[in-house]
């Protein structure tokens, strides 16, 4: 059996006469039933899940599968309801997200900015490279999973024609020549065609109203597809985090990015990395952030997304992100 880390469940230090005071956000909760209730799902989760496969593609069919203005898909609730509550009880709290992040080679050595992005990477959730020791192993069999060559299956399953009409056909692996799946970030001695990403991530909380963490743009040209599953809190009351669909609405039927000095002067706004004019774009559809809810994209020329800003909020936005690229 694997070790639960009772701490991480009930986010807890103290147990006074059997009774559990739990300090959360200046909340003083007693909870020592639900506590244990608590861990009782936890190992339940763990025995059952233990040798199958824990897919936030299991419940996707092709209804749930969009094509304007890309090929994007989105489902709530993704996860069995058990799963996602076990997952959610032992996601790994900021610090520890900021801890890893610290360890990262891309790490900034300044403080840690509000509104911004940090995440554990896949060779650290698997144990591969210092940075997570304190993360469950049920995201560790979450992560494991998601980057397999099984998930990438699945994915082409549903997304396969839209990733090869992106892509090419390098990107599948019927494709002649075909070189199997890496991890990123994890040296191998022969190239792989793809490697996969799984990033528990999160954003700091925004200490001021009316900012995004990433406002309107695309993602880097070597990512086949990206996908976003949200863990919002059960106490976060905030509004915005959501995903945006954008569509471009320039009439040469391309939009221009935006020059370096624009970018900043969004930037000191608080609305970080746009790309694109406000003038040539619309929004076509918002996937909210809310709990349990998946939304892939299959990257192109045209997958203009952003998010949304947030109210001030002593919460993290939380979420998974799951993507594959050409190494």
Request: charged letters at 15%; hydrophobic letters at 40%; one cysteine or more.
């Given at each position: 059996?694997?070790?639960?880390?009772?701490?991480?469940?009930?986010?807890?230090?103290?147990?006074?006469?059997?009774?559990?005071?739990?300090?959360?956000?200046?909340?003083?909760?007693?909870?020592?039933?639900?506590?244990?209730?608590?861990?009782?799902?936890?190992?339940?989760?763990?025995?059952?899940?233990?040798?199958?496969?824990?897919?936030?593609?299991?419940?996707?069919?092709?209804?749930?599968?969009?094509?304007?203005?890309?090929?994007?898909?989105?489902?709530?609730?993704?996860?069995?309801?058990?799963?996602?509550?076990?997952?959610?009880?032992?996601?790994?709290?900021?610090?520890?997200?900021?801890?890893?992040?610290?360890?990262?080679?891309?790490?900034?050595?300044?403080?840690?900015?509000?509104?911004?992005?940090?995440?554990?990477?896949?060779?650290?959730?698997?144990?591969?490279?210092?940075?997570?020791?304190?993360?469950?192993?049920?995201?560790?069999?979450?992560?494991?999973?998601?980057?397999?060559?099984?998930?990438?299956?699945?994915?082409?399953?549903?997304?396969?024609?839209?990733?090869?009409?992106?892509?090419?056909?390098?990107?599948?692996?019927?494709?002649?020549?075909?070189?199997?799946?890496?991890?990123r970030n994890v040296p191998v001695k022969t190239k792989p065609s793809v490697v996969l990403d799984c990033q528990v991530s999160m954003n700091t909380p925004p200490v001021k109203e009316h900012t995004t963490v990433r406002g309107a743009h695309l993602d880097a040209d070597e990512e086949i597809y990206a996908g976003l599953l949200y863990f919002r809190g059960a106490n976060d009351r905030s509004k915005g985090g959501d995903l945006e669909v954008i569509k471009c609405i320039n009439p040469k039927g391309r939009c221009v990015k935006l020059g370096q000095s624009e970018r900043a002067s969004y930037a000191k706004k608080g609305f970080a990395g746009v790309q694109f004019h406000p003038r040539d774009i619309k929004v076509a559809s918002t996937v909210p952030y809310e709990a349990n809810t998946l939304a892939f994209f299959v990257n192109g020329p045209t997958s203009y997304h952003a998010v949304t800003p947030r109210s001030v909020t002593p919460y993290p936005r939380r979420f998974v992100n799951i993507v594959a690229q050409f190494p």
């Open positions: 059996m694997l070790p639960l880390r009772s701490s991480s469940i009930l986010r807890a230090p103290w147990r006074v006469s059997g009774v559990v005071i739990c300090v959360w956000i200046n909340c003083l909760t007693l909870s020592l039933g639900k506590s244990v209730s608590n861990e009782t799902l936890i190992v339940e989760v763990m025995k059952k899940y233990a040798g199958a496969k824990i897919s936030v593609l299991s419940r996707v069919t092709e209804a749930h599968i969009r094509h304007e203005p890309y090929t994007h898909l989105v489902i709530s609730p993704a996860l069995p309801p058990d799963l996602y509550e076990a997952l959610d009880l032992v996601f790994p709290t900021l610090e520890d997200v900021l801890h890893a992040a610290s360890l990262q080679p891309s790490a900034k050595k300044y403080p840690v900015a509000p509104n911004t992005r940090h995440k554990i990477q896949t060779p650290q959730a698997l144990g591969l490279i210092p940075g997570a020791e304190n993360l469950h192993p049920l995201w560790r069999h979450f992560s494991e999973y998601h980057t397999s060559p099984a998930f990438y299956d699945e994915m082409v399953s549903f997304l396969g024609k839209a990733m090869a009409q992106s892509k090419g056909q390098k990107c599948l692996p019927t494709t002649r020549g075909f070189k199997g799946y890496g991890i």
